[in-house]
């Protein structure tokens, strides 16, 4: 019938569907809009993508990497237990001898050295020797709290591989949300300049509200861009305060932006580690603790537990005596007559007996060891602690997994299958051009949702290991 209308009619009919067959063609390019986390193409082509010099490619283990090499709280605590080490060798040493030197009953009559027999020139020497074993013991004490030093590195390596890993997701989650809004919007636009051509035909039945509503997809659109992209500028520069070292006050000045492509290019590894810790929610509560005792806080806690006790048996060494050996020899002058006179040499050694400081020893005792039950109290709260975080961060990658199935197995497929249907409909005229729309939107959302699910995921990842982990950097991964 449509081969028997006027020329009028076909110029018309021309002007209402001729957009519809290149809508037909624009949906057919453009609904294949790749999924959140999809596999990704190699390097070489991520870098074609990305042809500005200025861009910085940097993966999550690269990321890792870095931050560790740059953190100077590690530096200085390398300092800190050097200091302790010579600071426990110093304390094997013996307090300094005192030496004394003076003149004994000199007369006043005169003054004269060779007057009196008594006067003579005395030359003494005493050595303190502390009390009981408390050089040892205070040299044990100092290496126990320099052993400490290694198992804070440890923990805050711990605490840096958690922080970059969440900022980084945070990045690479805003990126990719960026990336999904910038493919559907070219569409939107299409749609909407395709609704006001036949809006403006009077052989459609496009009305204002669809172009409107077409107007208002595009505004929300450009919103979430716009939200997408400042998430990512944020979380960059949360991250690059752990990427960049500094040096001196002055290099606080600096500008260390970058224009920062975030490329998760050991997702592999990710999602094999997902699979080995989902796993762990088959073990029962004493298993993950035993797990947890490894954890460095808890190890921390032992070893400030072995110092407070070394800190008490420091403190009862007040309760044995302080000996002191002491010597002098006295040099006397020849009498006026010619006489000679034999010099004095004495020896003797002193005791400090603690008599009466019996009751504020026991107080410093008593004290001590009230501080060193309070640390072992302080263990088993840690350990409740650990186990909670980690029971929670357990049930959370559960029931984020079960969500990510329903978006992948479920939701996905079926929107996708809805749209390529809607877009048949609308292009032989059997579908209208606001639902087609309103569906491929549905279909991004649904692609960011899935997103958001596994960045939460391997978030949740990053903190399984924080607790339970013993290596390092347990998703770092080996670039040769």
């Known amino acids: 019938m449509k081969k028997n209308l006027p020329s009028s009619m076909n110029r018309a009919f021309f002007t209402v569907f001729r957009p519809k067959l290149y809508l037909s063609i624009a949906l057919t390019c453009l609904l294949n809009v790749p999924l959140a986390f999809a596999k990704l193409p190699e390097k070489t082509a991520i870098k074609q993508s990305y042809p ?12 890792k990497a870095a931050v560790l090499q740059q953190d100077q709280w590690l530096q200085k605590s390398q300092y800190q237990e050097k200091a302790l080490r010579s600071k426990s060798s110093a304390a094997l040493a013996l307090p300094d001898p005192v030496v004394n030197l003076s003149v004994l009953n000199l007369p006043t009559d005169g003054f004269a050295f060779d007057q009196e027999a008594m006067t003579q020139l005395k030359v003494g020497i005493q050595q303190d020797i502390p009390q009981g074993n408390s050089r040892e013991i205070e040299n044990q004490r100092l290496r126990t709290m320099a052993k400490e030093e290694p198992l804070l590195r440890e923990y805050r390596k711990k605490q840096l591989v958690l922080r970059t890993t969440v900022l980084w997701l945070n990045a690479y989650q805003a990126q990719k949300s960026v990336e999904l809004t910038q493919e559907a919007l070219p569409l939107v636009k299409k749609l909407q300049d395709l609704s006001e051509a036949e809006y403006s035909s009077s052989f ?30 944020n979380a ?22 970058n224009d920062w492509h975030f490329n998760f290019e050991d997702i592999a590894e990710q999602e094999s580690q997902l ?5 762990l929610l088959s073990k ?3 298993e993950l603790l035993l797990m947890l005792k490894n954890h460095p806080l808890f190890l921390i806690n032992k070893q400030r537990i072995a110092a407070g006790n070394l800190s008490t ?16 020899y006295g040099l006397r002058s020849d009498s006026p007559q010619g006489n000679s006179r034999a010099d004095f040499f004495s ?15 026991d107080a410093e005792v008593a004290s001590s060891i009230q501080s060193t039950e309070a640390m072992r109290t302080d263990g088993l709260l840690l350990l409740k602690e650990l186990l909670s975080g980690l029971t929670v961060a357990l ?10 199935q329903i978006y992948e197995q479920n939701i996905i497929p079926k929107l996708q299958q809805q749209v390529r249907s809607n877009q048949s409909a609308y292009a032989s005229d059997r579908g209208s051009l606001s639902k087609l729309v309103k569906t491929k939107l549905r279909e991004v959302k649904a692609n960011i949702t899935l997103l958001q699910i596994r960045s939460e995921q391997y978030k949740t990842l990053a903190e399984v290991h924080y607790h339970i982990s013993t290596s390092i950097t347990p998703m770092e991964k080996n670039n040769d």
């Open 52 to 63: 500005d010099q200025h861009t910085v490619q940097l993966s999550l283990s690269d990321a």
């Open 204 to 233: 459609s039945d496009v009305t204002q509200q669809d172009v409107i509503q077409a107007e208002i997809d595009i505004a929300e659109l450009s919103e979430r861009l716009i939200r997408f992209k400042t998430e990512k500028e």
């Open 236 to 257: 960059t520069a949360q991250l690059g305060q752990y990427l960049y070292p500094i040096e001196s006050p002055t290099d606080l000045s600096k500008d260390f932006s």
């Open 275 to 279: 699979a080995s810790v989902i796993k």
């Open 284 to 286: 029962d509560k004493h």
């Open 313 to 328: 048996d420091l403190a009862k060494q007040a309760y044995k005596p302080k000996w002191g050996l002491n010597a002098s």
């Open 347 to 361: 020896v003797g050694v002193n005791v400090n007996l603690p008599l009466f400081s019996n009751t504020k020893v």
């Open 395 to 404: 049930s959370r990658l559960d029931g984020l997994q079960q969500r990510r």
